[in-house]
């Protein structure tokens, strides 16, 4: 099942990395503790976003549009963390420029996979809330 969860989010990664301007990147992702956001921020977001999430991560440079600087959010949304927003955005992805880049993978669908085999529907939820509240501790 782990290998099949990997399989999944790699394919999501390169569907989404195909757009890119270099060749395609392929990271190592291991699964995570759903209840751990800021190793799943580690492991899935970093990438990308960087460790400290200011959108200077290892495959950022491969990428069409630079990543969002995460440190930025509550700034960017007047002194108030969109949490809603980012929620909405790893469920079901991003739909207009204005609001990220269409190279960012739908991360619902890939958490939810990820815990397929526990049987609980709500882990994906828990994995994007945990993830969230991370993202908070990382605001300017």
Known sequence: MRSFSLFVFLAVLTACLGYAQKSSVNI???QTRADNGKQMFANYCAPC???DGRGQGPVASALQTKPTDLTLMSRNHNGQFPENHLV???RFGVE???HGSKQMPVWGPVLRQL???SGSQKTDTLRIFN???YLKTLQQ
């Open 96 to 98: 207009t420029p204005a």
């Open 131 to 133: 993830l969230v509240a």
């Open 88 to 90: 909405s955005v790893l």
């Open 49 to 51: 976003h960087g460790v």
């Open 28 to 30: 190592k992702v291991d």
């Open 115 to 117: 815990d397929h085999s």
